[in-house]
């Protein structure tokens, strides 16, 4: 049986970037977390630690939800991209 790995089944889909930014985080607010849940819940890796800072990047986003959940301060503006963009499952 083949087995496919998780980057090979990402590389399947494709992203109609929405030049609207669909998910923000309060970069203040992220200054006082310490557990920077965000990072390890994100399948896409749009969450990174960067000399003790969050970025973010919403491009590669799965529109999964999960950093939303995660994130106990309130930090996430989140929204799903406009009708018509974001990511497209299996059509690579
Ligand atoms: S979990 Fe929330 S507050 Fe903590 S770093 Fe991530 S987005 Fe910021
Ligand atoms: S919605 Fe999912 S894929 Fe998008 S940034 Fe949050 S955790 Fe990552």
Not at 2 to 20: G, H, P, Q, R, Y
Not at 27 to 46: K, L, S
Not at 71 to 83: F, N, V
Request: charged residues 25%; hydrophobic residues 30%; contains cysteine.
């Amino acid at each position: 049986m083949n087995t496919i790995s998780i980057e090979d089944k990402l590389a399947v889909n494709k992203f109609d970037i929405d030049k609207d930014v669909h998910i923000r985080i309060d970069e203040d607010i992220c200054q006082t977390c310490n557990h920077h849940a965000c990072i390890y819940v994100c399948p896409a890796n749009c969450y990174k630690l960067s000399d003790g800072r969050i970025t973010f990047s919403y491009e590669g986003c799965l529109e999964c939800g999960s950093c939303n959940v995660a994130c106990d301060k309130g930090a996430i503006d989140w929204t799903l991209p406009r009708p018509g963009f974001g990511i497209c499952y299996q059509y690579g």
